[in-house]
């Protein structure tokens, strides 16, 4: 079970050793609802590691932050680690919070997914046909503009049609902006 797999930091030791707050262990209902904001995966759009998850306190516990689930992110130990070195901005964490939050008012994980599929894989789909089935499994993408179709070849002796699915400007926009945790540019 991957719930298994979660640090809260209240089995590990303080990032900065000088700060020894004590730490409350965070409930397992907010656990859950973090990792499941996050699709059990890394939140960092670019990784979306699943093995092994860590969840971040926004606010650290040090500066009273709590163990409420929006001051929580799950992020893998290597993005976990890059925010504390300072190679991850604080501002790029609370806008891929942000961006969570707000794809998971509009979209299913599913959606979510066929999102990151269209935008990390736009070159190598180029020979990617769909049947009408297919198309449909992008609708949500499609009516938010993020996606399009069009119809690619027909067969109409047999009466089947193929179409592609791309990732439009304003989709692409979106995408970019997420991953690189810049919101302003949405």
């Known amino acids: 079970m991957i719930e298994n797999n979660v640090n809260d930091a209240t089995e590990k ?19 859950r609802e973090v990792l499941m904001e996050a699709g059990y995966r890394c ?36 993005c976990h680690a890059l ?28 959606t979510i997914d066929l999102l990151l599929f269209l935008s990390k894989n736009e070159q190598q789909i180029k020979d990617l046909y769909l049947s009408g089935d297919g198309v449909l499994k992008f609708t949500r993408l499609i009516s938010a503009e993020l996606a399009g179709f069009y119809s690619a070849e027909a067969d ?17 926009i979106f995408v970019e902006s997420w991953s690189k945790g810049e919101i302003s540019a949405i």
């Open 83 to 110: 925010f504390h070195k300072g190679i991850i901005t604080e501002e790029a964490i609370r806008n891929w919070k942000g961006m969570l939050t707000a794809l998971n008012h509009a979209f299913d994980l599913e």
């Open 156 to 172: 109409f002796m047999r009466n089947i049609f193929w179409y592609k699915v791309y990732l439009t400007d304003k989709g692409r």
């Open 13 to 31: 030791s303080n990032h900065d050793k000088a700060t020894t707050t004590k730490r409350s262990k965070i409930p397992e209902s907010v656990k």
């Open 43 to 78: 939140a960092v759009p670019t990784c979306r590691t699943i093995l092994t998850i860590d969840l971040h306190h926004m606010i650290p516990v040090s500066k009273k932050g709590g163990n409420e689930a929006y001051n929580l992110i799950a992020l893998c130990p290597n």
